[in-house]
């Protein structure tokens, strides 16, 4: 009996010793899990800039790159030009951006001084020989039908030098920010000294009105502006097209479709002059 009861002794000391065992691996085994959650959480990485912004037809591997920090950035990048290590990585994704932006203010002064003459000249605003189609205007080709102080080809390249002269100097701001201020151009460089940022230099010259005085203002104009040159350059295809397929300017295309809708259409109008 002795002995059974020592046997039975050791044996229950023995299983409580095996709960405690398993019961404190089990504690630590809760443990763990609850800290390696916690480090899970922790090491959660941070949302990307303008992840809650729209998207157009993005895909992974354009929001790779595309975090939203450009203005009018929706992801939108099917030929994967801005990816540095894709298609466009020849090209500096910042210069592409950049070109974008000052193509699209070209296009919007063009779209604009484009047809300007047109409704100018159908208000009577301006004499009927300068209310020319853009496409009747220039050098090449046709020769301009409107006899201006000097002839066309002269013109042409006093532009050319003008124009030239300009971008080497935008080019120059672009490599170089804030280097227009330092050398000297007529007493006038400190307008052209800009804020750091070629693509939005400021200033005296390039924001006379002030606008975008706090960064939530500056940031809805630069949205504003990039979304309406864009619009501006699909304008100026259109002017493009338009004067090729019908011989007559824009606005003139949008007064025969106001007059008869059903016969001045793109369908009607699918021939070359």
Do not use: C
């Not at 990048?77 to 540095?84: K, M």
């Not at 100018?120 to 301009?144: D, M, N, R, S, Y």
């Not at 502006?225 to 295309?253: C, D, H, S, W």
């Amino acid at each position: 009996m002795a002995a059974q009861a020592l046997v039975s002794s050791s044996l229950s000391s023995s299983v409580q010793t095996a709960r405690q065992i398993f019961g404190s691996k089990t504690a630590v085994s809760v443990s763990q899990r609850k800290t390696s959650l916690v480090v899970k959480a922790a090491s959660t990485p941070p949302v990307k800039q303008g992840a809650n912004r729209q998207l157009w037809f993005a895909s992974s591997q354009s929001l790779s790159y595309l975090d939203g920090s450009l203005p009018g950035d929706f992801g939108f990048d099917p030929l994967g030009l801005s990816d540095p290590e894709g298609t466009g990585g020849f090209i500096e994704p910042r210069w592409l951006a950049y070109g974008e932006i000052i193509n699209g203010r070209f296009a919007m002064l063009g779209a604009a001084g484009a047809i300007a003459p047109e409704i100018l000249g159908k208000a009577g605003l301006i004499p009927a020989e300068t209310a020319l189609p853009w496409f009747q205007t220039g050098v090449i080709p046709p020769a301009g039908t409107y006899s201006y102080w000097a002839d066309p080809f002269t013109l042409f390249v006093l532009e050319m030098a003008l124009m030239g002269f300009a971008e080497h100097r935008r080019l120059q701001d672009w490599y170089n920010p804030g280097s227009m201020g330092k050398q000297y151009f007529l007493g006038l460089e400190k307008g052209f000294a800009g804020s750091g940022n070629p693509a939005y230099p400021g200033g005296p010259f390039f924001n006379p009105l002030g606008f975008g005085k706090d960064e939530k203002s500056m940031k809805e104009l630069k949205l504003k502006e990039v979304k309406n040159g864009r619009l501006a350059m699909l304008a100026i295809l259109g002017y493009f097209v338009q004067g090729l397929v019908t011989g007559v300017g824009p606005y003139q295309n949008l007064l025969d479709h106001l007059a008869d809708p059903v016969n001045n259409n793109v369908l009607t109008s699918l021939k070359f002059h």
